[in-house]
């Protein structure tokens, strides 16, 4: 398996533009995480799916942010408007059963709002 | 409010050196706890899994124990490598909550 992977790794943007970040999770994976890496919060879950099912998006900061998983292969995360603060490490990390068993991640997308 | 941290934030050894890191949280009450390592650039790769009804786990050159009552968790790493050099995270799971992570100690080992 290829892993979870990512895209794109690097996006750079003006503020207030849309931003969609994508995700396909490994196979079989019936867990589907969204985390943001900041220097100064570390990491943090913005929010998790079960099934294609939205299960926790208390860690989603604003209105600003949304997540879909249409079909188990592939989810997004998009902000919109996007705003200076927003800059951050997106990770996307999937498991097979939860928070519980082993996380895998992938490599990130490192979004830059200007 | 459970509270994960890692001390020391950097730590720099030579080749060949055993090293311990260490990893802290402030509330018991925990399922399990993970160690992760992360290289520039990359996502994270979880190293260990600790349950909580364990006392340790060992993979290769690793060794992570957990002290539940204590709050505490170390990663043990012996005979270190240049190939080591990265930032190592720690991650705790409760009930109804998201995995809190530490903020990481970067470690770097030089040959």
Known sequence: DAGVIQSPRHEVTEMGQEVTLRCKPISGHDYLFWYRQTMMRGLELLIYFNNNVPIDDSGMPEDRFSAKMPNASFSTLKIQPSEPRDSAVYFCASSLRGQTEKLFFGSGTQLSVL | ?111
Do not use: H, M
């Open chain 2, 1 to 111: 409010k459970q509270e994960v941290t890692q001390i020391p934030a950097a730590l720099s050894v030579p080749e060949g050196e055993n090293l311990v890191l260490n990893c802290s949280f402030t509330d018991s009450a925990i399922y399990n706890l993970q160690w992760f390592r992360q290289d520039p650039g990359k996502g994270l790769t979880s190293l260990l899994l600790i349950q909580s009804s364990q006392r340790e786990q060992t993979s290769g050159r690793l060794n992570a124990s957990l002290d539940k009552s204590s709050g505490r968790s170390t990663l043990y790493i012996a005979a270190s490598q240049p190939g080591d050099s990265a930032t190592y995270l720690c991650a705790v799971n409760q009930a109804g909550t998201a995995l809190i992570f530490g903020k990481g100690t970067t470690l770097s080992v030089s040959s």
